[in-house]
T-cell receptor, first 115, second 115 residues
Framework: NAGVTQTPKFRVLKTGQSMTLLCAQD?????MYWYRQDPGMGLRLIHY???????AKGEVPDGYNVSRLKKQNFLLGLESAAPSQTSVYFC??????????????FGEGSWLTVV | AQTVTQSQPEMSVQEAETVTLSCTYD???????LFWYKQPPSRQMILVIR??????QNATENRFSVNFQKAAKSFSLKISDSQLGDAAMYFC????????????FGTGTRLTIIP
């Protein structure tokens, strides 16, 4: 049972470099999300998608872009990494509507350090 | 906008004892879901328990139960017979009943189990 899988798990970037985090889910979920978690704070939503080909901004979208070309994949891109983007990134997914009680399932997180 | 507040940054409990973690939230919605997630040192987000706002009965999952007070907008988590494996960050989260709304998280409570 893979569930929600994130790659890579760990990455160190230099300021100004670009990278892409990949999220894949095998539960046929319509909704997918990218969150970031910083010390002393809960998870904050970066971007989300309600279906293939759609994306929308969350609470903290600046400096990030996303794409959902396939239903099972949700990519998070950093075009020019900054030290403020050092964080743990979580991908999540859920069904459309009330199935499974609206539960959101999370990946294991990706640790990103920008130096 | 919905907000979730966890006023206890840290809690500790003796092994085998009972502990209650507090959560309050603010919303103008009448239908919604509330969740408690556990985040152990591995950083994985694990669903502990879910409550539907339209249900008056408090949710229970083995040693975990909630005290849901809708009028007071309070959603506390009680852990009975605390075990060493319960040590983790616990996040309270809110999600609207309808639509594609994301989870709104509190800032978390770090629970320490004293052997």
């Amino acid at each position: 049972n893979a569930g929600v899988t994130q790659t890579p798990k760990f990455r160190v970037l230099k300021t100004g470099q670009s990278m892409t985090l990949l999220c894949a889910q095998d539960m046929n979920h319509e909704y997918m999300y990218w969150y970031r978690q910083d010390p002393g704070m809960g998870l904050r939503l970066i971007h989300y998608s309600v279906g293939e080909g759609t994306t929308a901004k969350g609470e903290v979208p600046d400096g990030y872009n996303v794409s959902r070309l396939k239903k099972q994949n949700f990519l998070l891109g950093l075009e020019s990494a900054a030290p403020s983007q050092t964080s743990v990134y979580f991908c999540a997914s859920s069904y459309l509507g009330q199935a499974s009680g609206n539960t959101i399932y999370f990946g294991e997180g990706s640790w990103l350090t920008v130096v | 906008a919905q907000t979730v507040t966890q006023s206890q940054p840290e809690m500790s409990v003796q092994e085998a004892e009972t502990v209650t973690l507090s959560c309050t939230y603010d919303t103008s919605e009448s239908d919604y879901y509330l969740f408690w997630y556990k985040q152990p040192p591995s950083r994985q987000m694990i669903l502990v328990i879910r409550q539907e706002a339209y249900k008056q009965q408090n949710a229970t999952e083995n040693r975990f139960s909630v005290n849901f007070q809708k009028a007071a907008k309070s959603f506390s988590l009680k852990i009975s017979d605390s075990q060493l494996g319960d040590a983790a960050m616990y996040f309270c989260a809110y999600r609207r009943y309808f639509g594609n709304e994301k989870l709104t998280f509190g800032t978390g409570t770090r629970l320490t189990i004293i052997p």
